[in-house]
């Protein structure tokens, strides 16, 4: 992985200067303080402006890598997905990190985090969404300014107690990731590939790929892991298109492994879609937030007329709806937070 690889990704010209490849960069929120990093690793000229921006950059990365360590050590939190694959980038090149995910191991722990999230930080934002109806599974998104909110992606993380929600349908929520972590780094991105199946994969992603080539790797063992995650498609089709822009290295043999699980899963898959409803993700639109119930271990789902559905949590109270962006009359968030006051009173 170095500028070369870079320059490939971004179709950008070598011969236009280290300049030009930054420019490519820039539209993509933090594949700039990839580039950037890779820039500096290679000596190239900088300006102050760069620098700092490097720098806070840096600073996001290391703040991301404190707070999931305090998390896990205070509430059994722990990441997925970005911060660990950041582990396999070679020595001063900055994986970006548009969001912090975390895994908890049930609700409790969750809302744990994220109380001390809404502590420990200057938090603006706190979306949530249910997945499924009885049992559910929790996902809550926090946000705060970056230093420069209007230069710098705002700081996002994200806590779930579903490791690998699915696609909503042939492949289920598995709600736990156990496996090396190199292995997890690579579940975690096949995963990725079930929301996008018609794009193919970004410089990001492909990048992260490279970064795990030469991770010890039991080809066999690896693809039995994937194909019991139901993964075995994306994983085939990711390392196929990975394989198109760089080396493989170990990966290699885990694509040639796989090749006999994927028309076991594509059946499944059929098989399963028959007749199976959509699994529902309701989204919370944001009602007030209060004050933090340091004594409440769970949200509270509460229903005060037909069609609608409140959501109590320990940081912050939601009308549940069934699209993120939240469509509500007037009248209907006028009845919500009747409903909530009215809950107050007898509490």
Known sequence: ?????????????PAAGPAELLHRARGCRHLPHLVLSA?????????EPARAELRRARERAAHYARTAAALARSTGVRAVRGLPLAGYYPAGLLRPLDTLD???????????????????????HIDVSLLGERPHHTTVTVHWPAEDPLVDPWYRVQLTTAALPGDGSAVPVRPYLVADAHV??????????????AQPPGPVTLLDIASLTQQPFEPAET??????????????????DAAG?????????????????????????????????QLPTRHGTLLRRTAIRHDWDEARLLAPAPGTSLLLTPVADYLLTPSPAGLTTPTTRTAALQALHHWDTLC
């Open 39 to 47: 820039l500096d690793r290679d000596g190239v000229r900088m300006g």
């Open 1 to 13: 992985m170095n500028t070369a690889l870079l320059y490939r990704l971004l179709d950008a010209d």
């Open 223 to 240: 693809a039995a892991v994937l194909a019991a995650y139901r993964l075995a498609p994306e994983a085939a089709a990711l390392l196929d």
């Open 245 to 277: 822009h760089l080396p493989l290295g170990h990966l290699a043999a885990v694509r040639a492994e796989l090749a006999p699980a994927l028309a076991p899963e594509h059946r499944r898959r059929a098989e399963a879609a028959t007749g199976r409803r």
């Open 102 to 124: 975390l895994v908890a191991p049930d609700e409790a722990a969750l809302w744990q985090a994220v109380i001390r999230l809404v502590t420990d930080h200057p938090v603006e």
């Open 184 to 197: 997890e780094c690579l579940i975690a991105l096949a995963e990725s590939r079930l929301q996008r199946p």
